[in-house]
T-cell receptor, first 110, second 115 residues
C-alpha cells in the first residue's frame, strides 16, 4: 500500500542547475511532510519539512513547495552541487505513522 | 555519541537461522520505528513502538517477524527462520514524541545477508 508516490526515480543535473523532485500523497489526514537525505551506507537524515498550513518553506538552497488541493509537494535544490548527490526521500506523517516515498537518486555532475 | 545506535551493522545468516537486530534510540526518546530498505528501493515501514507497547505493526509480516521495545534496554527486531528474501538493510529511527511532531532520527542501519 503506497501512500506516497515520488518521482523521478533518478535525476541527473549539472552543477549549478536546479533539481526538482515531486511527491504526491493520498491521505488528506497527513499533516507533516519532511524530506530526508541519504548518503550511501548511511541512515536518512532530515533535510527540511513543511506543514500544510504554508505553501512554501525555504532553507538555504532547499525549498519545499506544497499544494494542498492537489495533494502534492516538491523539493527544489537551487545551485545544485556535487555534494548534493544522494538519495532523497519525501515522507508524509500523521499521529501514528510516517510513510516514505520510494526515493530519488540525485547525481550532480561537476 | 547520542545518536541512534544499531547493531550489528552487518549480519550474515544461513537460511533457517534467526536474525536479531538491536536498536538503542536517542537518549530520552520513547518512540521507535523500524524500516526495511531493499537495494535501490525506498524505506518500507515495518513497525512503530513505544516503551513496552506496539503501536502499529501493519508493515511487518505476520509470520517470522517480531519486534519489542522493553522498559529497559534496546528495541529488538527478530526474524526467525530467515529466507533469502529477508536480505535487506534494516533501519531504526527514534523520536521524542509522535511522528508528525518533528524529526525522526535514524541509525546507520543493520545490513542482513541471508546465504
Amino acid at each position: 500500500q503506497q501512500q506516497v508516490k515520488q518521482s523521478p526515480q533518478s535525476l541527473i543535473v549539472q552543477k549549478g542547475g536546479i533539481s526538482i523532485i515531486n511527491c504526491a500523497y493520498e491521505n488528506t489526514a497527513f499533516d507533516y511532510f519532511p524530506w530526508y537525505q541519504q548518503f550511501p551506507g548511511k541512515g536518512p537524515a532530515l533535510l527540511i519539512a513543511i506543514r500544510p498550513d504554508v505553501s512554501e518553506k525555504k532553507e538555504g538552497r532547499f525549498t519545499i513547495s506544497f499544494n494542498k488541493s492537489a495533494k502534492q509537494f516538491s523539493l527544489h535544490i537551487m545551485d545544485s552541487q556535487p555534494g548534493d548527490s544522494a538519495t532523497y526521500f519525501c515522507a508524509a506523517s500523521l499521529t501514528n505513522d510516517m510513510r516514505f516515498g520510494a526515493g530519488t537518486r540525485l547525481t550532480v555532475k561537476p | 555519541n547520542a545518536g541512534v545506535m544499531q547493531n550489528p551493522r552487518h549480519l550474515v545468516r544461513r537460511r533457517g537461522q534467526e536474525a536479531r537486530l538491536r536498536c538503542s534510540p536517542v537518549k530520552g526518546h520513547s518512540h521507535v520505528y523500524w524500516y526495511r530498505q531493499l537495494p535501490e528501493e525506498g524505506l518500507k515501514f515495518m513497525v512503530y513502538l513505544q516503551k513496552e507497547n506496539i503501536i502499529d505493526e501493519s508493515g511487518m509480516p505476520k509470520e517470522r517477524f517480531s519486534a519489542e521495545f522493553p522498559k529497559e534496554g534496546p528495541s529488538i527486531l527478530r526474524i526467525q527462520q530467515v529466507v533469502r528474501g529477508d536480505s535487506a538493510a534494516y533501519f531504526c529511527a527514534s523520536s521524542p514524541s509522535q511522528p508528525n511532531t518533528g524529526e525522526l532520527f535514524f541509525g546507520e542501519g543493520s545490513r542482513l545477508t541471508v546465504l
